[in-house]
Nanobody, 122 residues
Framework: QVQLVESGGGLVQAGGSLRLSCAAS????????MSWFRQDPGKEREFVAA????????YYIDSVKGRFVISRDNAKNTMYLQMNSVKPEDTAVYYC???????????????WGQGTQVTVSS
């Protein structure tokens, strides 16, 4: 089983930046397509971005396109989400997951991290 651990969340002001990390265990990390999701209490889990196992292709929802950048370093078994020009509506718990590329339904993913809280103040 793949273990995923997110880090890098915190409190930031609107317009600021954060970089989230997702560290994976094992030696097979590079074989998985990966995604970022986010969720606020009382709301459904929302797909944010995806990246292929090679890192050669990426996909974003319209609301974060041009502001967020997803990347991965397979040598370090780590995936990243660089969040720039953050907005209050970006506030959520952010999760990394391993699953099919560009699959936006959280029910199709098998492996999840524990989540990291991102709070954006006005």
């Amino acid at each position: 089983q793949v273990q995923l651990v997110e880090s890098g969340g915190g409190l930031v002001q609107a317009g600021g930046s954060l970089r989230l990390s997702c560290a994976a265990s094992g030696r097979t990390f590079s074989t998985y397509d990966m995604s970022w999701f986010r969720q606020d209490p009382g709301k459904e889990r929302e797909f944010v971005a995806a990246i292929t196992w090679s890192g050669g292709s990426a996909y974003y929802i319209d609301s974060v396109k041009g502001r967020f950048v997803i990347s991965r370093d397979n040598a370090k078994n780590t995936m990243y989400l660089q969040m720039n020009s953050v907005k209050p509506e970006d506030t959520a718990v952010y999760y990394c997951a391993a699953g099919p590329y560009r699959q936006t339904s959280p029910y199709r993913y098998i492996y999840w991290g524990q989540g990291t809280q991102v709070t954006v103040s006005s």
